[in-house]
């Protein structure tokens, strides 16, 4: 390497002014002030997205205001077994209920798709997550 590829040069550091030594021109904080610095925008970014992320209720999920922690309002009047049944009433909503095809019959169905459903395990796949088969426009004609 050259004299000029190993040339160090010095500027202050933006926040306490001493000398900082750098190769590339992106360097602006020595190293303990580059140390300060990284903690405190880490602290600020888990701030921000602590708070701009909504709170909803553990058991019901409404959507909490801003003195609830974990339940609302309602669901902190009811005991810890009412809270249960009313999550898992909620939960059972959300999944998708699971069609009863066997192995032969899921290989069957899957000879009868065109991609991407044209397979045992991505037909099982799209079978457990929606609970329903794929629209017809991916059958293939004629079988």
């Not at 602006?28 to 002030?33: E, I, T």
């Not at 990284?38 to 553990?58: G, V």
């Amino acid at each position: 390497m050259t004299d000029q590829a190993k040339t160090v040069k010095w500027k202050p550091c933006e926040i306490c002014g001493k000398p900082v030594a750098y190769l590339r021109a992106d360097k602006k904080y020595c190293p303990a002030c580059a140390k300060d610095r990284a903690r405190e925008m880490a602290r600020l970014s888990k701030l921000k997205k602590r708070h701009e992320r909504p709170k909803f209720c553990n058991c019901c999920g409404a959507r909490l205001d801003g003195e609830e922690v974990r339940f609302c309002r309602y669901c902190k009047s009811l005991t810890p077994a009412q809270r249960k049944a009313e999550r898992e009433k909620r939960e059972a909503k959300r999944t998708a209920p699971k069609p009863a095809y066997s192995v032969d019959q899921l290989a069957q169905l899957a000879r009868q798709y065109r991609s991407p459903y044209n397979s045992y395990g991505k037909l099982r796949a799209y079978l457990g997550t929606t609970g329903r088969l794929p629209p017809d426009g991916y059958r293939r004609q004629g079988l």
